[in-house]
T-cell receptor
Framework: QKEVEQDPGPLSVPEGAIVSLNCTYS??????FMWYRQYSRKGPELLMY????GNKEDGRFTAQVDKSSKYISLFIRDSQPSDSATYLC???????????FGQGTILTVHP | GAVVSQHPSWVICKSGTSVKIECRSL??????MFWYRQFPKQSLMLMAT?????????EQGVEKDKFLINHASLTLSTLTVTSAHPEDSSFYIC?????????????FGPGTRLTVT
């Protein structure tokens, strides 16, 4: 079993839809949770960073962490075609530790 | 802020030759840099972690003598693929983490696509 599981999709939604992306994990030591966006043939770009459980909102993006269920989510409101990319969840047990990535979910937002 | 560059962005080399990839943090000092490998439609696989002035720590299964990493300064790390073979063809991405205490975020470079013929 992988430490971090993420449905690779692909996920296709119409413009304006609310998108829900999720990851589950098995390592209860994870405390730091991140979401990255990666466009084709580019490096990942940090979107959201959350420590421990709770919600965090930044514009159209909301990150949720439920440590009791070992489940994290990223919500994208009013999705745009420019949101089309691969979204990777990543997590770590310490502030200085390495990141463990999910497989990534391919998202397409069509006009 | 937090810009990381990589050079070259793509490279084609012949089997048996060596290739060097540079990773630079442009607007911050990176005490730690990471090197990843990514195959098409797959996630990032950590190859090694390097701290400025120290030897790199390699992940299990990564050949130290094949993938040479040098982190000589707070803004530069290099990955040299020695005696490259076609199976080394991949997308190599570096990331850098600021030395600021408590900051965990890694900032990624744009990646280098290596093709070995």
């Amino acid at each position: 079993q992988k430490e971090v599981e993420q449905d690779p999709g692909p996920l296709s939604v119409p413009e304006g839809a609310i998108v829900s992306l999720n990851c589950t994990y098995s390592n209860s030591a994870f405390q730091y949770f991140m979401w990255y966006r990666q466009y084709s043939r580019k490096g990942p770009e940090l979107l959201m960073y959350t420590y421990s459980s709770g919600n965090k909102e930044d514009g159209r993006f909301t990150a949720q962490v439920d440590k009791s269920s070992k489940y994290i989510s990223l919500f994208i409101r009013d999705s745009q075609p420019s949101d089309s990319a691969t979204y990777l969840c990543a997590m770590s047990g310490t502030s200085y530790g390495k990141l463990t990535f999910g497989q990534g979910t391919i998202l397409t937002v069509h006009p | 802020g937090a810009v990381v560059s990589q050079h070259p962005s793509w490279v084609i080399c012949k089997s048996g030759t060596s290739v060097k990839i540079e990773c630079r943090s442009l607007d911050f000092q990176a005490t730690t840099m990471f090197w990843y490998r990514q195959f098409p439609k797959q996630s990032l696989m950590l190859m090694a972690t390097s701290n400025e002035g120290s030897k790199a720590t390699y992940e299990q299964g990564v050949e130290k003598d094949k993938f040479l990493i040098n982190h000589a300064s707070l803004t530069l790390s290099t990955l040299t693929v020695t005696s490259a073979h076609p199976e080394d063809s991949s997308f190599y991405i570096c990331s850098a983490r600021s030395g600021t205490s408590g900051r965990i975020e890694q900032y990624f470079g744009p990646g280098t696509r290596l093709t070995v013929t």
